[in-house]
């Protein structure tokens, strides 16, 4: 099965082109860039370059994913129309996975190569490794003083929901978890602002995490065959409203 991923959800736009067949092995091409805006505009070029690294054609893809949020609400709505487009056209199914997931897929992807020797990586190669046997929280600045949250346990699955809270009100939470958490992402700092002289079962690693499209194509590799892909919808995950909201007042009257 040829598998194409895609995120344009944070400050990145990531595509990314695996094969679950031995004998091609794991990730065929990947294009990552850091980008703060002008996803829209790079995005289909980067799966035409993606599409020519790995030797296929977009008929040959059999499956298409995307992150679906939280992020920005542009950046979500990007991601998943382009997925959309491109699942419609070619008759495939469509699977979307929550953008922190997919960051903590990648955190621990980053504890594999420490151990066999770290490779260069813009978003990680100065940030410290995260413990392997701790839960993993994903901790993202999301403006407007809240952080998105969420943590996972060792093999990478949610304990909780996603949620948008307050710094404060995470180190509530913080508190009271029972084991040794490892905190990773944007909103780690402000978190530890709140935190002050924080507990030594705490470690904070990764400040500039951002999801990877790679890691998203590994995750629905990894589904097994009874997988319910039916829980894994390509709609947005939106854990507040929009900023910008419809302005009441000035329509006009239908004729």
Known sequence: MNILALDTSMQACSVAVLSTEPSQGACLSACYERRERGHAEHLMGMIDEA?????????????????????????????????RGLAMTCAKPLIGIGTLQVMAAR???????????RDEDENHSNSPPADPDRNLAIAIDARRGEVYWQIFDK???????????????ICMLIKQHEEPLALAGSGVALIA?????????????????QPDAARLA??????????DLSLHRASPLYLRPADAKIQTGYAVERQ
């Open 51 to 83: 599409l020519s690294k790995s030797g296929h054609s977009i008929k040959q893809i059999d499956q298409f994913a995307v992150c679906r949020g939280p992020g920005t609400f542009t950046g979500v709505r990007i991601g998943i129309a382009a997925a």
């Open 107 to 117: 955190v621990r992807r980053e504890l594999v190569r420490d151990e066999l020797g």
């Open 155 to 169: 093999h990478g699955q949610a304990l909780e929901a996603p949620l948008a809270l307050a710094p404060q009100a």
């Open 193 to 209: 602002d709140w935190l002050g002289d924080e507990p030594d079962e705490i470690s904070f690693s990764h400040p500039d995490l």
């Open 218 to 227: 590994e995750i629905v590799a990894g589904f097994s065959a009874k997988e």
